[in-house]
């Protein structure tokens, strides 16, 4: 079973302030997935990582993939109450399964 | 925009009932799947679905559970005598092969499942 390993577990922040939240795993995966999920909803995809050293950018929210395919960070700029949420990577392996990370939970305070 | 929904949202069984738990994939994806929560961990894959077989289960995936694709667009997961440990969330996901370097899955709402 491939791991990943997502740190923090927690992050408290005040309004405006910026963020990194990182996926990490000793395995390739071919492609990885964020998520965010909201209490009691399923996860909502973000943004799938695909090439080896890609950055993608979702308006304040920039994803990389590392080189070697095995880890992956978020960054979110300048955060914003709304960005309050359950973040979750996920990756995916050669048989098409998702192999999640037990998630960073996000508090942006006013 | 399509979305994946699941039925009920919330169902409550007693321990050795079946139940059947309920998914409408977007319409045009072809790869479905079944994950589930248990509260406070991880989201775990099930099984996945393919031109009407199993392609891949994981351990959990044992001989309590089976799934359907009974019609154009329903898939269902089935679990024969739930156990006080089923008690989770359950979630359907649907994909469409997205060219090199996979699948984009999107997930529904879950259904959470207590059995008493």
């Known amino acids: 079973t491939q791991l990943l390993e997502q740190s923090p577990q927690f992050l408290s922040i005040q309004e405006g302030e910026n963020l990194t939240v990182y996926c990490n795993s000793s395995s390739v995966f071919s492609s990885l997935q964020w998520y965010r999920q909201e209490p009691g909803e399923g996860p909502v995809l973000l943004v799938t990582v695909v090439t080896g050293g890609e950055v993608k950018k979702l308006k304040r929210l920039t994803f990389q993939f590392g080189d070697a395919r095995k880890d992956s960070s978020l960054h979110i700029t300048a955060a914003q109450p709304g960005d309050t949420g359950l973040y979750l990577c996920?990756?995916?392996?050669?048989?098409?399964?998702?192999?999640f990370g037990a998630g960073t939970q996000v508090v942006v305070t006013p | 925009e399509p979305e994946v929904t699941q039925t009920p949202s919330h169902q409550v069984t007693q321990m050795g009932q079946e139940v059947i738990l309920r998914c409408v994939p977007i319409s045009n994806h072809l790869y479905f799947y079944w994950y589930r929560q248990i509260l406070g961990q991880k989201v775990e894959f099930l099984v996945s679905f393919y031109n009407n077989e199993i392609s891949e289960k994981s351990e959990i995936f044992d001989d309590q559970f089976s799934v359907e694709r009974p019609d154009g667009s329903n898939f269902t997961l089935k679990i024969r005598s739930t156990k006080l440990e089923d008690s989770a969330m359950y979630f359907c996901?649907?994909?469409?092969?997205?060219?090199?370097?996979?699948?984009?899955?999107?997930f529904g709402p879950g259904t959470r499942l207590t059995v008493t």
């Open positions: 996901a649907s994909s469409e092969w997205v060219g090199t370097g996979g699948y984009e899955q999107y």
């Open positions: 996920a990756g995916l392996d050669s048989w098409g399964k998702l192999q």
